[in-house]
């Protein structure tokens, strides 16, 4: 997949751009608040369909225009496209592909697949469980548009349950409700646990491997994937999870309705990290933690690679300046092939790597 130019008007501090990148290596430099990371937040909004650090598509729209809109042309599966999205306030984004309006977001899955390294991901392993499900989501949301689908209903699922129980006491009518919403969320959690599991295993494949290297052979890291404890084998089929999510459900019944929260579902689930035997988010240093980062966000680098048979596009996005000399040639070794954009604030930050091409920005604007 290669990213070959990009068109912006009114995006973040980006008036009117239009700029061609390299098919190898492109190096990014600018001081701090210039528009580096917006330009990244752009292309990587066609692969996820929504910002990385942005709550809403309006955030995404320059402060005193009405619309945004942006256009990507790219080779992906040996085909040419070109992916426009238009922003408005208090109005629906639009897609299209190659001219054709898109019915939803979902029809982009596969055309541009990104992994995305900012600083935000070296506490990956130190934050809570909602960092790595999203780490997990994104991750397979690229590579399996039904799983898109189906996390996306679930959350909306969930929203609507906990509004009842939150609720129930004051409007008796709606308790009937509280089965059907159950119900449906086992359905889609089946889907939601398999999808996870099996992405898991390839990732307790790769990253031990990755992280390996980079500690010398030194450290072990291994991942388990934590979810409804009814689940006795995450990889079971779509039926079995199915069963199991409901009787948990079931015996969880009267708790939600005392606490009015939902306690049964994959919207709990974790990845347990360890190095050495031990939970890396309680016992490991801030140096191991970033290297079991480092190996999460390259194995899914490996995975989209296998699945796709085509590298992703690779964003460093200023993560070079927060890793130490060691991790930063670690990091530039191990990303040989495809496209890659890094940001960087000097041009030494790009460490050994040799860049293809130079985009120099200053306030919205590439010379």
Known sequence: MIVKAIHLEDFRNYRGLYTTF?????????????????????????????????????????????????????????????????????????????????????????????????????????????????????????????????????????????RILKDFREDASMVGLLDTYSLQMCTLGAQIIHYRAYYLQKLAELAPEIHADCSGGREKLTLAYRTVSTVSHPLASVQTLYDQLLTHSQRHKQAEWESRSCLSGPHKDDIEVSINGVSARTYSSQGQTRTAALALKLAEREISFQDREEYPVLLLDDVLSELDTRRQEFVLNRIGGGQVFITCCEEEKQGSLRAGKVLRVENGRIG
């Open 22 to 162: 390299d098919p190898g290596v492109n190096v990014v430099v600018g001081e701090n608040a210039q528009g580096k990371t917006n330009l990244v937040e752009a292309i990587r909004y066609f692969s996820a369909c929504r910002s990385h650090r942005a709550r809403t598509d309006s955030e995404l729209i320059a402060f005193d225009a009405p619309s945004a809109r942006m256009v990507l042309e790219l080779e992906s599966r040996h085909r040419d496209f070109r992916l426009e999205a238009r922003l408005r306030r208090g109005a629906r984004r639009s897609l299209a592909s190659n001219g054709v309006k898109l019915k939803s977001a979902a029809e982009l899955s596969g055309i541009l697949n990104t992994v995305l390294f900012c600083p935000e991901d070296l506490s990956l392993i130190k934050e809570g469980a909602a960092v790595r499900r999203r780490f997990l989501d994104d991750a397979i949301s690229q590579l399996r548009p039904r799983y898109a689908a189906a996390v996306g209903e679930y959350r909306r699922l969930q929203e609507q349950k906990t």
